[in-house]
């Protein structure tokens, strides 16, 4: 690769992160309120996303061999018990990560 192609690459990711950051401030006025339906997105669009991650990561999992998907289940529990318990976001995701890897590296070998 030249040395303009890369260049280019990182002049056009510089402009577009730029342009994702600023746009907003472009798009509403800053004295008054968003749109109705920026504010239902806000609303919305967390608990959605999470959902859609927790579907992707427990898609490939096979409740008919192995473990038949018990760390998988714990590990989500964990994570439900810990947000439920603290309400800290990375306190589940990490605490929910280290014991599967646990459970998935010395329990369920």
């Given at each position: 690769?030249?040395?303009?192609?890369?260049?280019?690459?990182?002049?056009?990711?510089?402009?577009?992160?730029?342009?994702?950051?600023?746009?907003?401030?472009?798009?509403?006025?800053?004295?008054?309120?968003?749109?109705?339906?920026?504010?239902?997105?806000?609303?919305?669009?967390?608990p959605?996303?999470?959902?859609?991650?927790?579907?992707?990561?427990?898609?490939?999992?096979?409740?008919?061999?192995?473990s038949?998907?018990?760390?998988?289940?714990?590990?989500?529990?964990?994570?439900?018990?810990?947000h439920?318990?603290?309400?800290?976001t990375?306190?589940?995701?990490?605490?929910?990560?280290?014991?599967?890897?646990?459970?998935?590296?010395?329990?369920?070998?």
């Amino acid at each position: 690769m030249s040395g303009n192609y890369i260049l280019t690459v990182i002049l056009v990711m510089a402009v577009v992160t730029l342009l994702t950051r600023a746009l907003p401030f472009f798009l509403f006025d800053r004295g008054g309120e968003p749109p109705k339906w920026i504010c239902y997105l806000g609303n919305v669009l967390p608990p959605a996303m999470m959902a859609l991650l927790v579907v992707y990561c427990l898609r490939n999992v096979d409740l008919t061999a192995g473990s038949h998907g018990l760390p998988e289940l714990m590990g989500v529990a964990a994570a439900a018990g810990l947000h439920l318990w603290k309400g800290n976001t990375l306190l589940s995701i990490f605490g929910a990560t280290a014991l599967y890897m646990v459970l998935v590296q010395a329990v369920f070998v």
